[in-house]
């Protein structure tokens, strides 16, 4: 089992960062700062070297240094699946008459074709204060949520997400049209289909093998277990049923439905609606009516379920990136997952406002960060 481990972070014009390094020889880091001073940007960083668009989802020109020419850049020295190796992100400086700059990812100072490259050398998984409201929230982000678990274990998930996505706009424009025409509908219809096969497939297989590691957590953890299920009918016909049947009878639905998705203007039935349904297993309660600070334990939870069934399929212990984690945790459940963590023995960097939550961090290293400067917390 390999463990992907960041070993030096160099960060240009990112954020509030105009420069900064940081060199890491711990598995347990904490950054520590007041509020906008960088802490997340740091982690966000991080994430941009694993397929997808990183922790906030952001768009390119907003990383960029608000000071800056417009570019910006992220580089990192990582032990990762295939030994040492060098990963980089990031855009060009823009000419005034250039269009806008497309995001270029590198291995060891070569070009790649895009961050899914990066999924070879190591993995991750995050947990941000965004997620506190998962449970009670729209479905669109559970699935969302959903989607980037699987990209942890499969980085081309996130493509064939995406091209489904693509599929089912092309579709749509096609249904406003007043003159459709049929073949063209059929060839849409045919890919897109196989492609919700792909995508419900390995969401099924997923949350199959992740439901096994939660109730394998067993009771003793100060983070509880969780049931899950995927409420999208693909994924659990997927469980029975052949997946060529499941695309001709997606077919089938697709074809019949052009009338009703035509006057809605998007397709009402398909992977791309699924929700992911999550019960507090000890208290037999969905896991929306649990208090706040259930709903926090059982995300933690899942997380460290997921980081350990990560390191199972793919072979290397994922990087995890935990923000503002311990905030909200009183010292014995802070104790508990400090422990956990050092268990499942992956680099994990964490962040917080208050040093005192980190005090019994043992082994990990500290650092300060202020108004875009990292620096080593002295003894």
């Not at 678990?149 to 007043?178: G, M």
């Not at 897109?192 to 297989?205: F, N, P, W, Y």
């Not at 699924?274 to 896991?287: F, G, H, N, Q, S």
Request: aromatic share 4%.
């Amino acid at each position: 089992m390999t463990a992907a481990r960041i070993h030096r972070l160099l960060l240009s014009q990112f954020r509030n960062y105009t420069a900064a390094s940081l060199r890491v020889e711990a598995d347990l880091v904490a950054l520590v700062g007041a509020n906008g001073a960088g802490k997340t940007n740091c982690l966000e960083a991080i994430s941009l070297l694993s397929p997808g668009r990183g922790l906030r989802r952001a768009t390119l020109d907003d990383i960029a240094n608000r000071h800056g020419d417009g570019s910006w850049a992220v580089s990192a020295e990582v032990e990762g699946a295939l030994g040492l190796a060098t990963l980089g992100t990031g855009i060009e400086p823009r000419r005034d008459d250039a269009a806008a700059s497309s995001r270029r990812c590198r291995i060891d100072r070569e070009n790649v074709s895009s961050a899914a490259a990066f999924g070879d050398h190591l993995r991750m998984v995050w947990l941000t204060p965004a997620m506190d409201g998962l449970f009670t929230g729209p479905a669109a982000e559970r699935r969302r949520f959903f989607d980037r678990l699987v990209l942890a274990i499969d980085s081309e998930h996130s493509s064939r997400v995406a091209a489904l996505e693509r599929s089912l706009r092309s579709r749509n424009r096609v249904l406003e049209e007043r003159c459709q025409d049929s073949h063209w509908l059929d060839a849409i219809e045919r890919e897109t289909a196989e492609l919700a096969v792909a995508v419900a497939a390995m969401r099924g297989e997923t949350v199959m093998r992740l439901g096994a590691a939660l109730a394998a957590r067993g009771a003793g953890s100060a983070f509880p277990s969780a049931d899950i299920a995927l409420d999208g009918w693909m994924e659990n016909a997927l469980r029975t049923e052949p997946a060529t049947a499941i695309e001709d009878r997606y077919r089938a639905v697709l074809r019949e439905a052009r009338p009703r998705d035509a006057a809605a203007g998007r397709t009402l039935d398909g992977p791309h609606l699924t929700d992911l349904r999550v019960v507090y297993a000890a208290k037999a309660m969905p896991a929306r009516d649990a208090s706040t600070g259930e709903q926090k334990a059982l995300l933690i939870g899942l997380i460290l379920a997921h980081a350990q069934l990560v390191a199972e399929m793919t072979g290397i212990t994922p990087l995890l990136l935990l923000d503002e984690v311990v905030a909200h945790l009183d010292p014995s459940r802070r104790r508990a997952l400090f422990a956990e963590l050092q268990r499942l023995g992956a680099q994990v960097w964490m962040t917080g406002a208050d040093p005192a939550a980190f005090a019994d961090l043992a082994g990990g290293e500290v650092f300060d960060v202020e108004d875009g400067r990292i620096a080593a917390r002295a003894d």
